[in-house]
């Protein structure tokens, strides 16, 4: 079975990652060292590189307790405090006592010696059981803690502080949050409304959930109740608290950590809005792309750990820092790598997201060149043959237990079943920062299929290095809640979102559109028979097609800035 086979191959990759690797390897001055997964019993406790100062067993409103650790500074109290909700083991988790707060690291349902049976990410929000909201109650009313909590962590501990944030918990003040979904469906499940394979079946075996967790996903491939009832973008107005957020252009939650931002600074309860800080660079999950990119691109370069410091020494402290005149968007423009004064490669700011930028489109034509002015003439079509048996094979992207990264593209781009479409060699800097989507007109032979698109940068040596990616169900082109199959032959229009960026394309340097069906394992194949998973029925092979011309005009849409691109800052508009 195809999934099983992926299970097996998952667990033999899964990385082991720290709580502050997911947050870029940063820390408020150490690392806190927590893995994902263990050798030999995936519960038992391990001990602490640091011992705790005291623990507790904090009992949840329906009994069930959960296993807490915790951290004081020196002197009297009480103090202010730092939270961390962590699915891993809890290795460490104080925050340097010499900055004067007390650290409560804690593990979440389920999970190692806390009690009751883990859902994921179900029990920590506002549908279910709320564990998040219990024990920010709970630390209040501590004599040691004076009133005020912040929480941290990245990853699965910043998903735990997404899903605690709308519950409103007495007490708490801010948040910082690294890398980590927003959409449960969208950002880790169902990217497209296709199976998220290699994120969420390898991360939840790789981790040891009990396997009713992944079942449950799997049997739910629609947007349902089931998937709202973790979807923190539901929940916006509910929530009151400024938060700092951490996140990587090739990061695999890079569109849950912009989806979190725009919605809360936009469309959040007082408290929220308009107080919401991000910073973006050019990073996987964990780390960064080490030696792609100069050295002004480090979480180092950008601050990330002195914001930290000044984020809660502001809002948990009342530390009068400047925090609130920090513009609310830094991002690194990325540009070509290992081309000295090639434009990009800086950091910038802005004070609104999406920055203002202009949507170009650059229109495939049957001559697989990608051009800016619009088709004319009959329509046409270039059709390729779609076998799931023989997929595509993932070459990096925004993954989390896989290869990720700007990987280059050679290797699979010459297959018949790859369509490419490239510029010719730009003679100014296109410069790009936002969403990337392609508009396709597409067509297919079996019940249901699915379309992919990527983005490349193809350099003057003939590189094809990956920028971003992005894959759409076929039956599940107007919505992800109920899948409309497509009649045999007949051409639809499908929207392939491909992750947000900020590259700057130099020139002499080629932009590329690569078409095909299947990227795997990062998403799980389409068998082309109408069942939402590849092992449930037999695949067959589908005979695709992307039309071209007047009538179905295909084309890949960029987010082009309006700035001239020499300036280090972006100009900061409002309203």
């Known amino acids: 079975m195809a999934i099983l086979a992926f299970l097996q191959f ?109 859902g994921s990410f179900a029990d920590d929000g506002w549908a279910g059981p709320r564990d998040g909201y219990d024990t920010v109650e709970w630390i209040v009313a501590q004599p040691w803690c004076d009133g005020k909590v912040g929480t941290l962590g990245g990853s699965a501990l910043g998903i ?31 990217n497209g409304g ?57 990061d695999v939650f890079i569109d849950g950590n912009i989806r979190s931002f725009s919605g809360l600074q936009y469309q959040g309860g007082e408290g929220a809005r308009g107080k919401q800080k991000i910073v973006i660079g050019p990073w ?15 979480p180092t370069a950008a601050r990330v750990s002195e914001r930290q410091m000044q984020w809660f020494a502001h809002y948990l402290k009342g530390e009068a820092n400047g925090v609130e005149k920090w513009p609310a968007v830094t991002y690194y423009l990325m540009g070509a790598m290992g081309e000295e004064g090639a434009p990009g490669n ?20 049957a001559d697989k060149a990608l051009v800016r002015a619009a088709p004319a003439g009959e329509e046409q079509r270039l059709e390729y043959q779609y076998d799931p048996r023989h997929p595509v094979p993932t070459k990096g992207g925004t993954n989390l237990n ?107 340097h080629r932009i590329r559109l690569a078409i095909s069906s299947s990227n795997s394992p990062r998403f799980e194949p389409n068998g082309n028979n109408g069942q939402p998973h590849l092992d449930q029925a037999e695949p067959v092979v589908a005979h695709n097609a992307v039309f071209l011309g007047t009538q179905k005009p295909s084309r890949l849409v960029l987010p082009v800035l309006k700035e001239s691109g020499d300036k280090k800052e972006v100009a900061q508009a409002r309203g």
């Open 402 to 508: 896989i290869d990720k990264g700007p990987f280059d593209q050679r290797e699979v781009e010459n297959r018949p079943d790859v369509l490419l479409f490239t510029t010719e060699p730009l003679k100014e800097p296109v410069q790009i920062a936002g969403a990337v989507k392609a508009l396709l007109w597409v067509a297919t032979s079996a019940k249901d299929t699915d379309f992919t698109a990527k983005l490349a940068d193809v350099y003057p040596d003939g590189r094809s290095m990956l920028v971003c990616d992005g894959v759409r169900r076929l039956s599940l082109r107007d919505g992800f809640t109920t899948p409309e199959f497509p009649e045999a032959g007949k051409a639809y229009e499908v929207e392939v979102q491909m992750q947000h960026t900020a590259i700057a394309f130099a020139p002499g």
């Open 346 to 365: 800086e950091w910038r700011t802005s004070d609104v997201w999406p920055i203002p930028n202009e949507p170009t489109s650059l229109y495939l034509g």
């Open 160 to 190: 735990t502080q997404n899903m605690l944030a709308p519950t409103h918990p007495k007490g708490l003040l801010c948040q910082m949050i690294g890398k980590a979904s927003c959409c449960s469906y969208l950002d880790a499940s169902y």
């Open 10 to 118: 998952a667990q033999g990759r899964i990385r082991r990652m720290s709580v502050f690797g997911c947050l870029l390897g940063l820390t408020m001055g150490t690392a806190l060292s927590q893995a994902e997964g263990a050798d030999g019993d995936p519960n038992a406790p391990r001990k602490p590189d640091a011992k705790p100062d005291d623990h507790a067993m904090v009992a949840m409103t329906d009994g069930a307790r959960l296993s807490t650790d915790l951290y004081f500074p020196k002197g009297e109290g009480p103090w202010p405090v730092i939270l961390q909700r962590t699915p891993y083991q809890r290795v460490s988790g104080r925050v340097p006592a010499d900055l004067g707060y007390a650290s409560v690291v804690q593990s979440t349902r389920g999970r190692f010696d806390s009690e009751g049976v883990s």
């Open 284 to 298: 996987i999950h964990p780390g960064d792309v080490k030696g792609a990119y100069p050295a002004n691109s480090t």
């Open 194 to 250: 296709v199976f998220h394979q290699a994120l969420a079946a390898g991360w939840l075996t790789g981790n040891h959930f009990p396997p009713e967790v992944l079942q449950r996903l799997l049997d739910h491939p629609y947007y349902d109740e089931v998937h709202k009832s973790v979807d923190c973008s539901t929940q916006f107005a509910n929530v009151a608290v400024p938060t700092f957020q951490v996140a990587g252009w090739y």
